[in-house]
């Protein structure tokens, strides 16, 4: 093949090219069905796209920096703010040894009542009271030695007078007798110490409330340094609420002013009454702690549960009387002057 013929070759291409794309087209207008999405329907709306949730539109959170949470129900008051609180007990105790040793009993479980100097658990005391045989019996030993040294020293005191005996010899006798006394009263002191150890091995309650939470049982070695917890005591009586309020919200807030607490989760409300508000304010959130007790004399509420507390809004300022804003009849303004000039204009005119 020569170069002369490679014009008319791919003339020919071309033209076979354009007329089976002519041909392909003319076949899908003669009924073949395309391939595709189905037509819309009218007035169907379009379809949902699922996706996460939209996030709640709640207060800020309750970890360390953050503000007063801010809650959203709806309150029977109009224009009232609800604020989440802390339900704590009013008193707390965590009771532990006074000594070291080994659990033998302990008198109460979790959930008991107790009354103030009720004993709750004792350690083994039979070292204790060893202890303190060992202090009697010394104190028993000092007493002898100072009567023995006070009869000596009487003795020496007859011969003395009588001139047989030096004045060294008498003072060696009332030196001794001194020393004799001074170990009475030290074998006295080791004695009382003695029995006071005997006592710090039984533990009683402070105060009165229920026993939350229960940490050793008998049998198991606790120590004073460091501490052991064995019991721990709050009085549920009274419950205290702590909350985080704006510091916008102070100037309506006081000491002695009721508010609602909501506890949701016993379909509960209580007023409480505002016995502290902190004197400092968190420079970081603008808010300030206030604490406010709730009588619990039905023992219906507990520690940790989640409350609500309701701020009522400030109080509006009261409208002035009718009588006040309408004007006096001997009033002198401007309309009562103007009108007592026109009878002596209408004199004038004739």
């Not at 070759?9 to 033209?15: D, E, G, N, P, R």
């Not at 009271?129 to 006070?150: C, F, H, M, P, Y």
């Amino acid at each position: 093949m020569t170069t002369a013929h490679l014009p008319r070759l791919l003339l020919a291409a071309a033209l076979f090219t354009i007329i089976t794309g002519i041909t392909g087209t003319l076949a899908c207008d003669n009924g073949e069905k395309k391939v595709g999405l189905p037509p819309a329907r009218e007035g169907a709306a379009a379809p949902a796209i699922p996706g996460p949730p939209p996030a709640p539109q709640t207060g800020t959170g309750t970890g360390a920096g953050a503000g007063p949470a801010v809650t959203t129900t709806p309150s029977a008051t109009p224009g009232a703010s609800h604020y989440v609180a802390t339900a704590l007990p009013k008193h707390s105790a965590e009771l532990g040894p006074k000594m070291s040793g080994t659990l033998t009993a302990v008198m109460v479980e979790e959930g008991d009542q107790v009354k103030k100097g009720q004993i709750l658990f004792r350690l083994d005391a039979r070292g204790i009271r060893l202890g303190v045989s060992q202090a009697e019996t010394a104190l028993q030993g000092a007493t002898i030695n100072r009567d023995n040294a006070k009869r000596e020293l009487d003795r020496q005191k007859q011969l003395a007078d009588k001139g047989t005996i030096s004045a060294a010899v008498l003072e060696r006798a009332e030196a001794a007798f001194n020393a004799s006394v001074n170990g009475v009263s030290q074998a006295e002191v080791m004695l009382s110490m003695a029995r006071h150890n005997t006592s710090d091995s039984s533990v009683s309650s402070p105060i009165d409330g229920v026993v939350a939470h229960k940490f050793k049982s008998v049998g198991e070695t606790v120590t004073m340094m460091p501490p052991t917890t064995v019991l721990l005591i709050q009085d549920h009586s009274v419950i205290e609420l702590r909350t985080r309020i704006p510091e916008s919200t102070l100037k309506h807030v006081k000491e002695g002013d009721i508010i609602t607490a909501h506890f949701t989760a016993v379909d509960a409300t209580r007023e409480a009454k505002v016995v502290r508000i902190q004197p400092t304010v968190d420079p970081l959130t603008r808010s300030i702690e206030i604490v406010a007790d709730v009588d619990n004399k039905d023992n219906t509420l507990r520690p940790g549960m989640y409350v609500e507390v309701e701020l009522s809004p400030p109080p509006a300022p009261a409208a002035p009387p009718a009588a006040a804003l309408a004007a006096p009849p001997d009033a002198k303004g401007p309309v009562a002057s103007a009108r007592a000039k026109q009878p002596a204009a209408a004199k004038e005119s004739p």
